[in-house]
């Protein structure tokens, strides 16, 4: 307790001003990389100008663009009031709004994180179940009841203070979280490799070229879930990129016994910044990989999108008895599909 109370001590001590100022102007940089980002996300779900992105997984990606918004419109703006007042020596802004929404925000972008990397699994172990398990109604319901959830956890701040509760957060919410995000994905892209076997060996016996273009699709499939896959693999990257050396801070901040106040302040304001940059980068990390996003993107901003053809290429047998190639063109920008014999 003696090196909880050593931080408490410093808490007592107003940081240095050059820090507040730092801690400010970064906020509003992060204002201006957050809200465009996240507000086109959301605009593009639920504006759905092509009618493709109003399915259960963009629900969840909804659910983590509004909470990314929430942080550039509300949060940043707090930061900024709050560390300018600070360095100016006013008392406008209780440092408790802050210290609240940092939890609330962090909490329910966790949740969602998980339940994006649970729809993934469900969809590629189990493609049938998951049209009958994984509706659009459901996915929404679960999105209000990660807002629920993060918002009663969240008070339990009130009780414990920001240094302790961190503590917690850190090991409770964020150690496990990275656990089982870790253990989902390995078996995701097990069962990715699986059925890119299956379905490449069952296509080289196919024997008609109706079946043959069945299978393809199939492919084409796969190969979507292949890319949300990765996109998601890229936010969680991320995730444990900002996280991880926010989590090192909280132990710091907890156990440092020699640490200075000057460091016990800056390791506060760091770690903070850190996690609120996820919100900002998350956007461009998944969004513009996924080619409806794309699509939706340059009809709302009037850019003409650069057509990009990938192919997929495999040989088969056909009724005749003669070995016959297949080649799947799909233009990624618009997200049309072709399957066309070669």
């Given at each position: 307790m003696a090196l909880a109370s050593s931080s408490s001590i410093c808490s007592n001590i107003g940081p240095p001003k050059a820090l507040s100022y730092f801690t400010a102007s970064f906020s509003v940089f992060l204002m201006i990389l957050t809200?465009?980002?996240?507000?086109?996300?959301?605009?593009?779900?639920?504006?759905?100008?092509f009618r493709n992105l109003k399915t259960p997984f963009n629900y969840f990606l909804l659910s983590l663009a509004t909470t990314d918004l929430v942080v550039g419109t509300i949060m940043d703006?707090?930061?900024?009031?709050?560390?300018?007042?600070?360095?100016l020596q006013l008392d406008i802004v209780d440092i408790k709004i802050l210290h609240i929404l940092?939890?609330?925000?962090c909490t329910a972008s966790i949740l969602t994180l998980m339940a994006l990397t649970v729809d993934r699994y469900v969809a590629v172990s189990s493609p049938v179940k998951y049209k009958i398990m994984v509706t659009s109604k459901r996915a929404i319901l679960t999105s209000l009841l990660i807002w629920v959830a993060a918002l009663g956890f969240s008070f339990v701040y009130f009780?414990?203070?920001?240094?302790?509760?961190?503590?917690?957060?850190?090991?409770?919410?964020?150690?496990?979280?990275?656990g089982v995000l870790i253990f989902v994905h390995v078996g995701i892209l097990k069962r990715l490799r699986q059925r890119s076997r299956y379905w490449r060996k069952r296509g080289e016996m196919e024997s008609t070229k109706s079946d043959v273009q069945e299978n393809q699709k199939t492919l084409i499939n796969a190969k979507k879930d292949s890319k949300a896959v990765k996109a998601l693999?890229?936010?969680?990257?991320?995730?444990?990129?900002?996280?991880?050396p926010a989590c090192v801070m909280i132990y710091l901040l907890n156990f440092c016994s020699g640490c200075?106040?000057?460091?016990?302040?800056?390791?506060?304001?760091?770690?903070?910044?850190?996690?609120?940059?996820?919100?900002?980068?998350?956007?461009?990390?998944?969004?513009?990989?996924?080619?409806?996003?794309?699509?939706?993107?340059y009809k709302f901003l009037h850019l003409k999108a650069r057509t990009r053809i990938s192919d997929i290429t495999t040989t088969s047998v056909n009724a005749a008895g003669k070995r016959e190639t297949?080649?799947?063109?799909?233009?990624?920008?618009?997200?049309?599909e072709r399957i066309s014999p070669v």
């Open positions: 809200i465009p980002g996240n507000f086109l996300i959301c605009l593009a779900i639920i504006k759905d100008p703006p707090v930061s900024v009031a709050f560390h300018t007042s600070e360095a940092y939890f609330i925000l009780k414990l203070g920001f240094i302790f509760y961190s503590f917690i957060f850190a090991n409770t919410a964020v150690l496990s979280t990275c693999m890229i936010v969680l990257l991320a995730f444990f990129a900002s996280f991880t200075s106040c000057v460091l016990i302040h800056w390791l506060r304001d760091l770690q903070f910044l850190i996690v609120l940059c996820n919100s900002g980068i998350n956007p461009y990390l998944y969004a513009w990989r996924l080619p409806q996003f794309k699509r939706a993107f297949i080649q799947i063109s799909k233009k990624l920008s618009g997200g049309d």
